[in-house]
């Protein structure tokens, strides 16, 4: 089974542009969740999309956005970068979207964005 | 508010001897624990969890200890081996749906 891919795996912006990440979970999840993981901060939630609608959210701005299509592929959406963005994006995806014994999160590789 | 802390940034442990990573939690909601692995350059990969209904969870030479009372869990990898030079982060959980709330990870190194 193939597992969590995202693309790109790295990426350069300038402050004021915006960009997209891609995310597409193993065969069958249907929960996909994104993480913004920096120096000295973790792992910190932005958000979790369950069968198209997002379920749960994290404490970022709005500039922060993300969807997910009928396929449970997920797109992750900044507005307006700041060099405070800079950091490494992940997507997780899990069966049915319950965080419990038998619904493990399974994370992908992650999205490098260079904010200059 | 860094609600599942791992105050050691880092770790190093000789091959072969016992390797305890430390994690504290401050919200009594969290009844789900994890630990992830993450080499540099891919995600992190799920290694042991434990419920609130449980103090201790053991797989192999991973063994996952909580202690509820004082709101504290530990991972412990005996014998410690260089493959498990990584970071490690801890995870809790409020249980249903909710999200997982990470720690920000302990650099362990195996010194051969």
């Known amino acids: 089974k193939a597992g969590v891919t995202q693309t790109p795996r790295y990426l350069i912006k300038t402050r004021g542009q915006q960009v997209t990440l891609s995310c597409s979970p193993i065969?069958?999840?249907?929960?996909v969740s994104w993480y913004q993981q920096t120096p000295g901060q973790g792992l910190q939630f932005l958000f979790e999309?369950?069968?198209?609608?997002?379920?749960n959210k994290g404490n970022f701005p709005g500039r922060f956005s993300g969807r997910q299509f009928s396929n449970s592929r997920s797109e992750m959406n900044v507005s307006t970068l700041e060099l405070g963005d800079s950091a490494l994006y992940l997507c997780a995806s899990s069966l049915g979207g319950t965080v419990s014994f038998t619904d493990t999160q399974y994370f992908g590789p992650g999205t490098r964005l260079t904010v200059l | 508010d860094q609600q599942v802390k791992q105050n050691s940034p880092s770790l190093s442990v000789q091959e072969g001897r016992i390797s305890i990573l430390n994690c504290d939690y401050t919200?009594?909601?969290?009844?789900?624990f994890l630990w992830y692995k993450k080499y540099p350059a891919e995600g992190p990969t799920f290694l042991i969890s434990?419920?609130?209904?449980?103090d201790k969870n053991e797989d192999g030479r991973f063994t996952v200890f909580l202690n509820k009372s004082a709101k504290h869990l530990s991972l412990h990898i005996v014998p410690s081996q260089p493959g498990d030079s990584a970071v490690y982060f801890c995870a809790a959980s409020a249980g249903g749906n909710e999200k997982l709330t990470f720690g920000t990870g302990t650099r362990l190194t195996i010194i051969p």
């Open positions: 999309y369950f069968s198209e609608t997002q379920r």
């Open positions: 065969s069958g999840h249907r929960s």
């Open positions: 919200n009594s909601m969290f009844d789900y």
């Open positions: 434990i419920s609130s209904i449980k």
